[in-house]
C-alpha cells in the first residue's frame, strides 16, 4: 500500500503555500472544505474522477487535482482563449498559466484538458464519465448554470458532490436563477451546505445527511445556522473561520492524520485476515473468481 500521508503531503502543501500564488476567486476556507470533503470521500472508498467547469487559473482545480490518488484523473473544462464562449465575462481563463501551475503544484496528477464551452459538451460523449465531485464555475448566466448542474446530475458518481460558486452573488444574479430553473426543471441534485461562496448538492438525500453531518464533524467553528429553509430543502451556513485558515491548516492536518489511521489500521485487519486460517481456506474459491474475472 502506498503511503497516505504521503498521497495527500502535495494537498497540504498546495493549501498551505501554493495557492496564495495562484490568482482566481476562492476563500481559503472553502477551498480546505473542499479539501475535506474530497479526502473523506477516499477514506469512505468512494473512487472516481472529478471535475471543473470553469477553471480560470487553476486556484480550485489544484485542489481537486492534488486530492486524486493515483488511478483517478482530473478533468479541467474551460474556453480559455475562445472569448466568444464566454457570455458573460465571467473570469478570462488563460490555458498557458493554468498549465504552468498544473506543472508547479500538481506534476503528478493524472489531468485531461477540455478546450469547450460546457454548452457543447453533452453532445460530445462527456455525458459517459463519471466523477465524485464536480465545481461549476463556468459561464454564470442561467442557461449555462441551469445545463452545467443537469450535467452534473447526469455524471455524479452516487455519492458524489457538486460545488455551485457564486450562489449568493448580487453580480452573478445568472446563478441563483439558473439553480432555480435547473430545480424546476425537475433536478435532483440536493443542496445541503452554503459555505463561503459556494453552494454545496449532492446526489440525492442520504448523501446530503452524511454531507451535513461532515461538514458539522470537520468544521463545527466555522457552523452558523442549521436546516436553513432553501428551496425547498433545507441547508447548513457556514462561514470563514481563521482556525481552518491556510495559515494553520490545522483542520486539514487533523483529516490527514486521520486518514493514515484509518489506512494503517485497514491495513493491519487485512494482515490478519490474510493469516488467518478462514482466508487460507478461501484461497482456492478466489483464485476461481480472480481468474472468471480475467
Ligand atoms: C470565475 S472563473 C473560474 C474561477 C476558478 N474556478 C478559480 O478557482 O479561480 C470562470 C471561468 O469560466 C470560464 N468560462 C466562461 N464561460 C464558460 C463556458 N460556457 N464553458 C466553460 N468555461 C467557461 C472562463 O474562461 C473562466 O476561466
Known sequence: MSDPVGLFAGLAGYLEQGIS???GWLSPVTASMIAHLLVGQSLHGLRGDVC??????????????CATLPEERAVAIDVFGDHDKNLDCSGAGDRGIFEAHLAA?????EVEIIQRSSLELAKSGFLDRRFRLISIDGGHTEAVVANDLRLAERTLLAGGIAALDDILSYDWTGVLSGLVSYLAGGGTL???????????????????????AAMLHGFPLAASKRNLEFLGGRVDSYWEHPYYSR???AGLRLQIEDLHRQLASAQSEAERLRASASWRLTAPLRRVAALTRR
Request: aromatic fraction near 6%; proline fraction near 6%.
Open 52 to 65: 471543473e467547469i470553469g477553471v480560470h487559473h487553476g486556484k480550485l482545480f489544484l485542489v481537486l487535482a
Open 105 to 109: 503544484y500538481a506534476p503528478g496528477a
Open 247 to 249: 495559515e494553520s491548516s
Open 190 to 212: 440536493v443542496p445541503f451546505a452554503l459555505v463561503p461562496n459556494k453552494l454545496l448538492l449532492s446526489t440525492d438525500t442520504a448523501v446530503a445527511e452524511r454531507g451535513r
Open 21 to 23: 500564488k495562484v490568482e
